[in-house]
């Protein structure tokens, strides 16, 4: 089936705030760029609709979705709310969105269970929100739409899921919803010792958590081992009536929040052997803090989607769409290199495999599924 690509208006110019991570575009410039380059007609674009309280509550907690909704409403938050709630924090702040935003991404992501029904391919690169929790915000996230895509594609009829995680930070929200069930396989390969300092190798779960803590500055040859010898065979056999694939950016070298030293195409080629291992395939965003890098390499998951022929050197409307970025307070957006704006792919960065990875990987290797 042709793949479907899920955006909404409201990411175009709202934010976070000034000084937030998430004060840059992003979602609205994959958008910008994809058109740009002709790879998005109207019949492949579907807006995500805003999820109502009501449907969120699938998952999500209806004293915490009041707050929400009263927190952008009156645009402040009480101390109780703040303490309870985790709104109105420094990582969580108030801003004139706060809930629509969130809801939309929600909506996509409940959207893409009903629209995989009978099977295809979705870019929902709004989503990706994995750490937020049943009744708090957590993490730059306030709603968990991998969490409710999950529940979405089980409404659907689909039983066995798997979720792969392969942003920089681990997915304590999605953990948490499912690490003791046993029909969803959860795979999160994540920067140790980063924020939110969970996903510990040793846990288990039901049987299907599967949680690769990886060293400051995994290169490409590490990430492509542990796509073979981790993530292909054990999404294979556990044989998924749908795979949602979290593909954060901010595992790429030029990312501000993390260590990790992948060039795009480490993501690409994960994004691209996972796709024939189900006939229902949801493919989010997540994290990423470089506007350049996160515009790149969603639009780079849009093309692998289509088998599209990246080109070696963009044509100029596409250009012109990453030239005007701009990345206020941070020293690398005064003078962007070139690539960033002429280009879609980056250049491979290989390395080494280390031993203490290697060794990590035997552990998952060895480790027998449940019965």
């Known amino acids: 089936m042709t793949p479907l690509f899920l955006g909404a208006g409201i990411y175009r110019g709202s934010s976070y705030g000034a000084g937030h991570p998430l004060a840059i575009p992003r979602v609205s410039t994959v958008i910008d760029l994809v058109r740009a380059l002709g790879w998005l007609p109207a019949s492949q674009y579907r807006a995500s609709p805003r999820a109502k309280p009501a449907a969120l509550t699938i998952w999500h907690d209806p004293d915490y979705l009041a707050a929400l909704e009263r927190a952008e409403a009156r645009q402040h938050v009480t101390e109780a709310e703040r303490d309870r709630f985790g709104l109105g924090t420094p990582a969580n702040p108030v801003f004139p969105e706060m809930f629509r935003r969130p809801a939309t991404g929600a909506g996509g992501s409940l959207l893409a269970g009903e629209l995989l029904r009978s099977g295809g391919v979705i870019h929902h690169p709004a989503g990706g929100t994995h750490h937020g929790l049943r009744a708090r915000a957590n993490g730059f996230c306030y709603l968990n739409d991998p969490v409710l895509a999950i529940l979405s594609l089980r409404r659907a009829g689909v039983s066995r899921i798997a979720y792969v995680d392969i942003d920089a930070h681990h997915p304590d929200g999605v953990e948490t919803a499912f690490r003791d ?14 924020w939110p300092f969970t996903g510990a190798l040793p846990e288990v779960g039901a049987g299907n958590l599967f949680n690769l803590p990886v060293p400051r500055g995994l290169n490409d040859t590490e990430m492509a081992a542990i796509r073979d010898r981790l993530i292909l065979p054990r999404v294979a056999a556990h044989a998924p009536g749908a795979i949602v694939l979290q593909c954060g950016a901010d595992a790429v070298a030029e990312d501000p929040l993390s260590r990790l030293s992948l060039s795009n195409n480490a993501l690409w080629e994960v994004v691209a052997a996972l796709r024939p291992l189900s006939p229902r395939y949801l493919v989010l965003g997540g994290g990423g803090y470089n506007p350049w890098s996160v515009a790149r390499a969603w639009a780079g998951v849009w093309a692998v989607l289509n088998d599209f022929d990246i080109p070696a050197i963009l044509p100029e409307p596409g250009r012109q769409v990453l030239r005007a970025l701009s990345w206020p307070g941070r020293q690398a957006g005064r003078q962007p290199p070139a690539h960033w704006s002429d280009t879609l792919r980056d ?25």
């Open 181 to 194: 069930d046993p029909d969803i396989l959860m795979i999160s390969v994540h920067e140790e010792r980063r």
């Open 347 to 371: 250049a491979p960065r290989p390395g080494p495999l280390r031993p203490e990875l290697a060794d990590r990987l035997r552990r998952l290797e060895q480790r027998r599924p449940p019965a």
